[in-house]
C-alpha cells in the first residue's frame, strides 16, 4: 500500500513577520486508507496543519496536492465538499434535526431526497444510533457522545475519500472517548478512508494510529512511523519525553483481546444444583466458575465459598459480573478490567453480550512474552 | 423605557410564556381605566369633542403608520449594517457605530424631533426620522451580538464542510441569530409606536394630539383617556413582536 493520497510540499504558514511560523516548511505524505495522526504537545501547529489541508487556513507556500490534483488553485468550498471534517467542538447545527445537520452536504452537492434520507438512515446505523429514534431530533436532545457520532456520520455524508479530524474525543468523558475509539477503528475498517487525525493525547495517538507523526514547534516532524516502531526506537529526546514513561504498558492499546487466547472457566447454568456447581469446580484447576443467562449473558462468578453459603440460593451468591470485554477491546482495557475484578479475570463477550470466554493475567502474560 | 439588550435565548419557558401574557394583562387594565375615566367623569361638550371617534380613528392609524414605518426604516438599515460589520475586517467600524449611536440614544426623543425639526421642518416624515435615529440601537446593537453569540465551532464546522460565507451567513448564523435581533427589533416597534405620540409636536399628528388637546382645555379625563390610548396600543405591539419572536424561533434551540 504506497499509494500517496495527500502531499503536502515545503508548506509554511506564518502569520506576519518577526513571529515563528505556526508550521515551517513542512513536507508530509499520507497514504490511501491510512490513519495518520498528528501528535504534539500544544502549539506545535498540529491543528493549523490539519486546517492546511482543506485550506480552512490558507498556506504563506508551499502546495498542497490531494489525488494528484493541487488544490491550493481550486476552490476551497468544492474542495471542502469532498473531505470530511470532525472537531472536538463537534459544531451541529442546533437549529437543524439531526438528519438535517447528517445531510449539510449532500443537500449541498444536490442530491435527490430519497437518496439523502436512505444515506442519512445508513450512517446513523453505522455510528451505531437507531434511525427512527435519532433522525428527527434536535443536537440539543444529545449527549456529548451521541452528538460527535452524528458529527462523524455528518463527515461521512457524501462519502469523502478524505477524513480530517481535529482532536475529535478530545472532549468526552474517559469511559464514553474509549468506546468511541474502539467504535470508530471498527468504523475505519469498513469504510478504509484515509484520515488525518490530530491529538495532544499520546495514547490516543498510538491506539488510533497505522502511522504517528510526533510534532515538535512549527509543525516539524519529529519522527513519523508505526506505533509499534516509535515506542520500540524513539527518534530522540524529544520523542522519548512526549512518549513518557511506560512505553511497554502503552503497547498494550496496540494489541486486542482477540489476540489472547481466551481462557474456559467451568460455566454453570440456571437452574443451578448445588452438587454439581460443586463438581464442576473441583473438576477445574479454576477457582471460580461463571454463571450464565439463557442468552448465555454473564451474570455471576461463583466459587466454592458461594455455593457452601447456604442461606441464599446460588444464583444471588458469589459476585456479579460488571463489566464485559469485547473481542476488539485494547490489552489495556483488559488489564484494568481484570484488576477491578473479583475473579482476577475478565469475562469477554461478543457485541450482544453473548459469553466467548475469559482473559487472564497470564494469557495476556504469554502475549507479551512473545513479543520480546 | 427600557431597552432589552440581553440575548433572551437563556429563557426558561415559564419566562416565554409570561413574556406573552404580561402586556396583554397590563393592556386590558389600562382599557378599563380608560373606560373607567370615561364612565364616571364630567364628560362636556369640549371633551366630547376633543375625543370625537373620527378624530381618534385618524390619530390611531397615524400612529400606527409613524411607529410602523419609522421601524420598518431601522430594520432596512440596521439589519444590513449589523450584519456588514460582523463580517470580517470591520472591527473598528462596528465599535464606532455602536458608540456613536450610543450617544444619539442618550438624547431624548424630544430633543431629536426638535434637531431634525430645525434641520427638515415640521410634519411625519421628520418624526418619522427622528424616531428612527432613536430605536437604530437596539436593531443594530442585538443584530451584531445576535451574530456574535453564534457559537465559532458552528461556523468552523459549516465552513469545513464547504458551505459558502453566503450559505453561512443565511442557513445558520441568521437563523441562530433571529431570536436576539427579533428582540432588538421589538424594542425599536415598542419605542416606535410609544413616542409617536409625541408627532403633535411638529405637527405630525397622531394621539398626541388628544392628549395635547386635554392639556390645552384642561380637561383631564381626555389626557388620560388619550394617553392610556397611547400605552394600550404600545402593548398591543409589544404582545404582536412576542408572538413573532416565539412562531419565528428555529426549532431546536
Sequence with gaps: MNDVLIRLENITKSYGAGMEPAVNNLDLEVQRGEVLVLVGPSGCGKSTTLRLINRLIEPTSGKIVIDGEDVTTVNPSQLRRKIGYVIQQVGLFPHRTIAENISTVPVLLGWDKKKIAARVDELLELVSMDPDTYRDRYPKELSGGQAQRVGVARALAADPDVLLMDEPFGAIDPITRDRLQNEFLRLQQDVKKTIVFVTHDIDEAIKMGNRIAILREGSQIAQLDTPEAILAHPADEFVESFLGSGAILKGLTLKKVSDTELHQVPILRQPVMREDALKALQDSPDQVGLLLDSNDKPLRWIDEKAINRTSQPIERSGRPVTVDLQPEDTLQDAITVMLQSSAGMACVTDRRGKYLGCTTIESLAKLIMSDN | ?253
Design chain 2, 1 to 253: 423605557m427600557s431597552i432589552a439588550t440581553t440575548p433572551s435565548t437563556q429563557r426558561t419557558p415559564l419566562a416565554e410564556r409570561l413574556d406573552l401574557i404580561v402586556s396583554p394583562i397590563f393592556a386590558i387594565g389600562l382599557a378599563i381605566l380608560g373606560w373607567a375615566v370615561w364612565f364616571y367623569s364630567d364628560v362636556d361638550e369640549t371633551t366630547l369633542s376633543i375625543l370625537r371617534p373620527e378624530k381618534i380613528q385618524t390619530q390611531l392609524v397615524e400612529t400606527i403608520l409613524l411607529g410602523l414605518a419609522s421601524s420598518v426604516l431601522v430594520i432596512v438599515i440596521a439589519v444590513p449594517v449589523g450584519i456588514l460589520v460582523t463580517r470580517k475586517g470591520f472591527p473598528r467600524l462596528k465599535s464606532f457605530l455602536v458608540n456613536t449611536l450610543g450617544v444619539g440614544q442618550s438624547l431624548p426623543v424630544y430633543g431629536l424631533i426638535v434637531i431634525y425639526f430645525s434641520w427638515l421642518g415640521a410634519g411625519a416624515f421628520t418624526v418619522l426620522i427622528a424616531l428612527a435615529t432613536y430605536s437604530l440601537l437596539p436593531v443594530l446593537r442585538n443584530t451584531i451580538v445576535g451574530l456574535e453569540q453564534v457559537d465559532e465551532s458552528v461556523i468552523d464546522a459549516a465552513r469545513g464542510m464547504g458551505l459558502t460565507s453566503r450559505q453561512i451567513l443565511t442557513r445558520i448564523e441568521l437563523p441562530l441569530a433571529v431570536v436576539v435581533i427579533l428582540a432588538g427589533i421589538r424594542t425599536a416597534i415598542v419605542i416606535n409606536v410609544g413616542f409617536a405620540a409625541l408627532a403633535f409636536l411638529i405637527g405630525g399628528g397622531g394621539l398626541g394630539v388628544t392628549i395635547n388637546s386635554g392639556l390645552v382645555n384642561n380637561r383631564d379625563s381626555a389626557i388620560l383617556i388619550g394617553a392610556v390610548m397611547v400605552a394600550v396600543l404600545a402593548l398591543v405591539f409589544d404582545f404582536l413582536s412576542a408572538l413573532a419572536q416565539k412562531y419565528m424561533k428555529p426549532k431546536g434551540l
